[in-house]
């Protein structure tokens, strides 16, 4: 699978950049007109609307948009869908997602391919961690995003997979530097702008951290609810109604993010 990810991804070319991205650009790049790359890393497919508004806004600036979905979605069963878990699960989940990216004008999605939850039978997890940190490698390496997206220590809901997703992602980005000089943001919404108890479940953060904030549109949210309308297996039709407005509200029409490095302070001791 990462294998066919690197021969894919090798006839993709092309970045530059919007907005605060343009102020760093070298100006060689600039003068080619070529467009920004945002790459999102999550862990299902469906997360990618958690922080969907944003990824349209982007995607309408002119930004290639790229969502890379680290597990199938194969134990993501529903009483209502009556989809068993499995490949006929995963083949719908991939169906939903693409319809999603579409709606959100993305770019076609990418799916990693590791079991939901990262469960397998031969080598467990351990192997399942090293098969995402090759295949974000890959990713950064032949993509060579700008931006790169993920999961904060948070996860949102606090899954099990959006941490080890954007655990690994943090750790690969970290490693090393990466062509493109790109930066790494987590998404995330802040304490205390979940006002109905009854959304409470959501994982938060104090927004002195979360200082970069993005203005999003009607028309963002409204690529939004399309989004959520793809993804019937996993929510019913009220929910794909609600949710959507829940996080336009709770937004209040700004998506915000943490830097991965808040200010580089440079320093020899923990305490000054
Ligand atoms: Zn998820």
């Known amino acids: 699978m990462v294998t066919r990810i690197i021969l894919v991804l090798f006839i993709i070319s092309g970045h530059s950049t919007p907005e605060n991205l343009l102020a760093r650009m070298p100006s ?3 003068q080619k007109g070529k467009s920004p790359i945002l790459l999102a890393i999550f862990a299902h497919p469906d997360d990618e609307l958690l922080t969907g508004a944003a990824l349209a806004h982007y995607a309408a600036k002119n930004a290639k948009v790229y969502v890379a979905i680290a597990t199938d979605g194969a134990l993501g069963t529903t009483d209502f869908a009556n989809i068993p878990a499995g490949s006929r699960l995963v083949a719908a989940r991939q169906e939903e997602m693409k319809c999603s990216a579409k709606a959100l004008g993305l770019e076609p999605p990418i799916f990693i391919g590791l079991p939901d939850q990262m469960n397998a039978a031969t080598g467990g997890l351990p192997a399942q961690l090293d098969t995402l940190r090759r295949a974000v490698s890959s990713l950064l390496t032949t993509l060579k995003p700008d931006v790169i997206v993920t999961f904060g220590a948070e996860g949102w809901t606090g899954h099990p ?13 970290a490693s090393r530097q990466w062509p493109g000089n790109p930066k790494l943001y987590f998404s ?5 702008s979940i006002t109905k108890t009854s959304w409470a479940k959501y994982r938060t953060v104090d927004s002195s951290y979360l200082t970069i904030k993005v203005s999003l549109d009607e028309a963002d949210y409204l690529k939004l609810r399309a989004a959520f309308n793809c993804h019937q297996s996993q929510y019913r039709e009220t929910v794909r109604q609600k949710l959507p407005v829940f996080l336009e509200n709770t937004q209040n029409h700004v998506a915000m993010f943490r830097p991965f490095l808040h200010n580089k302070v440079i320093g020899n001791s923990l305490f000054e």
């Open 28 to 30: 060689r790049e600039k």
């Open 161 to 173: 997979d959006h941490l080890l997703t954007g655990t690994i992602v943090t750790e690969v980005f």
């Open 188 to 192: 995330a919404l802040p304490t205390g």
